[in-house]
């Protein structure tokens, strides 16, 4: 879920990236063109209380690295590459002292930096001019792009099946029932958080959880009924709940099947996925109430590596240094997670409840986590290349 929106995430389909303009003025910076045509190149976005305004806030077209950092703003934690109502790249969670970044190929257009909370929250950012080259050129990137774009609406696929499942245990009353079709439906939208996250309210209309609506009247979605379920332990009035959450991910379904994806998006979104397990499951926020975590921490963690896997052959080729030790980190987080296997498990998940898991053992996944997404973190950079 974007807590008030996720990190480097997957974005829009390529073709908005491509073609969409931003909205209106808010900045009122003057167009400069700072880097060679068709060249692309670094922008910083420094986060204050005030805005995030990036340097340069005009580029030519190409691959774009967005370094953004964090020096004191405690209330200000993320910006975002807005390109109309679309967002194409973000990255979240920077608390201060820390930085970051996302990189993501545009072409010419009108665009906006994002930062919720600041003072001056929009900061027009432009690109000009005609890239000289595109990953469009490498076949191996278009085959990781269709590939992905494949495995996705897949999941999604299963996504509308499992949650009609739970749904309708939901609204027959079967408390047990709904219980165990919980689990399967949470894990199919895990694999593939980032790609919700890009259509407005949509991801928080499916995975909000109470925290993220100002009155307690419109909480919805996944945790809503998580929370009647495993809290409450009663579903009256969860009829409706069930069938706007059916609605929500049948609408995510249609829009993922016309969607299209950049190579340095699906590495964005592999880094998101990774910092999603480290902020929302190793924590255990985000299945507060069921305490499925590990469920959660799984369909992150696979979802991240198949995005990894598509990319492969291309960063095998660029950066083969960065693929091994990505591989190797993700072999150890897989290893970290082991010890909580467990058949049939609880609530049928292969699992343990994590509210079983101590702090200490918790620090450990962390550890382990962590590592992997700064590994992940260097992908996105090496495959624009």
Request: a negative charge; charged letters at 20%; glycine letters at 10%.
């Amino acid at each position: 879920m974007r807590s008030t929106i996720g990190l480097t995430a997957i974005a829009a389909a390529a073709t908005l990236a491509l073609t969409a303009c931003g909205g209106s003025s808010t900045s009122g910076s003057a167009p400069q063109n700072n880097a060679p045509a068709g060249e692309g190149g670094d922008v910083t976005v420094a986060i204050t209380a005030d805005g995030c305004q990036p340097t340069p806030s005009s580029i030519s077209s190409g691959t774009v690295n967005f370094k953004v950092s964090n020096k004191d703003a405690g209330a200000v934690t993320e910006a975002e590459l807005m390109s109309g109502t679309q967002m194409l790249g973000e990255q979240e969670n920077l608390t201060p002292g820390l930085d970051g970044g996302f990189s993501l190929e545009l072409a010419k257009g009108d665009y906006q930096i994002y930062c919720p909370g600041a003072k001056q929250e929009k900061w027009d950012f432009h690109v000009t001019g005609q890239a000289s080259k595109s990953w469009k050129d490498n076949p191996a990137l278009v085959t990781a792009t269709t590939d992905y774009g494949k495995w996705v609406l897949d999941q999604v696929n299963q996504l509308v099946t499992s949650t009609q499942t739970f749904a309708d245990a939901v609204k027959a009353g079967d408390i047990a029932k709904a219980g165990v079709a919980y689990g399967p439906a949470r894990v199919f939208y895990e694999k593939v958080e980032p790609v919700a996250e890009i259509w407005g309210d949509l991801d928080k209309n499916i995975d909000g959880r109470a925290d993220d609506f100002d009155n307690p009247a419109d909480f919805k979605g996944f945790h809503r009924i998580e929370q009647a379920v495993f809290e409450a332990k009663k579903l009256d009035g969860m009829g409706p709940v069930a069938d706007e959450l059916v609605a929500n991910v049948t609408k995510l379904q249609q829009l993922v099947a016309k969607a299209g994806y950049q190579p340095a998006e699906i590495a964005n979104g592999a880094t998101e996925l990774v910092d999603e397990i480290q902020k929302s499951k190793v924590t255990g926020e985000e299945e507060r109430y069921s305490h499925i975590d590990l469920v959660d921490f799984k369909g992150n963690l696979d979802g991240s590596m198949e995005a990894f896997s598509v990319l492969l052959p291309a960063l095998q080729r660029n950066a083969p240094d960065v693929a091994k030790t990505v591989q190797d980190r993700a072999a150890a987080v897989s290893a970290a997670l082991k010890p909580y296997e467990q058949s049939p498990g609880y609530l049928n998940t292969g699992y343990v409840d994590y509210s079983t898991v101590t702090k200490d053992q918790q620090k450990v996944l962390s550890q382990a986590v962590n590592a992997l997404g700064e590994a992940m973190s260097q992908v996105a950079g090496k495959v624009a290349q």
